[in-house]
C-alpha cells in the first residue's frame, strides 16, 4: 500500500540558516510526488511537485528513488517560511495520499 | 469570486446529531474531495468523487456519507456524530483528480467540535 513518512513532527531553525524537511515514501509504482504548504490563516496550496523539477520561493526537492526520499530544501529559511508542510504522493490517478505533516518554525 | 468554499467554517453540535458540511466550487473541477485534518494525523482522504453520481470511498469512511448530484456541490454528512469525529475537514476540488499535476484546490476548511 503506498504511504508517505514525515518523520519530524517539529522542525525549528534561524533565520537565515538551511532548511531540509524530509519525506519518505512507500509505493509499488511510478511515484509522482508533490508538497503541500499551509500558512497560518491560509488555505493549503500546492508548493511544488517532482515532475517541474522547479524552484519555488527557494525551496527545491530532488526525487530519489533509490532512497524512496523527496526531501524539501532551502539553503536559507527565511521567517515567512514558517508554515506547515506536507508531502504527498499521488496515486491510481485520484487521489493524493498525504503525510502526518511537518511545522517548520524560523527564528529571527 | 470563482473559487472553492466551504459551509460552515465552525460548528459545535453534540453527539448523534447530523451535520452536514457544504462544499462549492465554481471552476467544473471533475474531482472532489474530502478530507479531515487532525494533529498527529495529518489530512486523510475521506471520501472522493470523479464526477457527478461518481463517489468512493477514501482511507477514513466510516460514518460518512456524500453524494454528488451536481458537479459543483460535494456535501459531507455526518450522520450521528461522534467525538471522535471532532476535527477540520477541507472539502478540495481538482480537474485530473491529483494525478500527474497533484493540484488541488482547498477550501478554507470547516472545524467542526463534537460535543
Known amino acids: 500500500a503506498q504511504r508517505v513518512t514525515q518523520p519530524e513532527k517539529l522542525l525549528s531553525v534561524f533565520k537565515g540558516a538551511p532548511v531540509e524537511l524530509k519525506c519518505n515514501y512507500s509505493y509499488s509504482g511510478s511515484p509522482e510526488l508533490f508538497w503541500y504548504v499551509q500558512y497560518s490563516r491560509q488555505r493549503l496550496q500546492l508548493l511544488l511537485r517532482?515532475?517541474s523539477r522547479e524552484s519555488i520561493k527557494g525551496f527545491t526537492a530532488d526525487l530519489n528513488k533509490g532512497e524512496t526520499s523527496f526531501h524539501l530544501k532551502k539553503p536559507f529559511a527565511q521567517e515567512e517560511d514558517s508554515a506547515m508542510y506536507y508531502c504527498a504522493l499521488s496515486w491510481g490517478y485520484s487521489t493524493l495520499t498525504f503525510g502526518k505533516g511537518t511545522m517548520l518554525l524560523v527564528s529571527p | 469570486d470563482a473559487g472553492i468554499t466551504q459551509s460552515p467554517r465552525y460548528k459545535i453540535t453534540e453527539t448523534g446529531r447530523q451535520v452536514t458540511l457544504m462544499c462549492h466550487q465554481t471552476w467544473s473541477h471533475s474531482y472532489m474531495f474530502w478530507y479531515r485534518q487532525d494533529l498527529g494525523h495529518g489530512l486523510r482522504l475521506i471520501y472522493y468523487?470523479?464526477?457527478?453520481?461518481?463517489?468512493d470511498k477514501g482511507e477514513v469512511p466510516d460514518g460518512y456519507v456524500v453524494s454528488r448530484s451536481k458537479t459543483e456541490n460535494f456535501p459531507l454528512t455526518l450522520e450521528s456524530a461522534t467525538r471522535s469525529q471532532t476535527s477540520v475537514y477541507f472539502c478540495?476540488?481538482?480537474?485530473?483528480?491529483?494525478?500527474?499535476?497533484?493540484?488541488?484546490?482547498f477550501g478554507e476548511g470547516s472545524r467542526l467540535t463534537v460535543l
Open positions: 517532482h515532475i
Open positions: 468523487s470523479a464526477a457527478a453520481d461518481i463517489t
Open positions: 478540495a476540488s481538482s480537474e485530473d483528480g491529483g494525478g500527474s499535476t497533484g493540484e488541488l484546490f
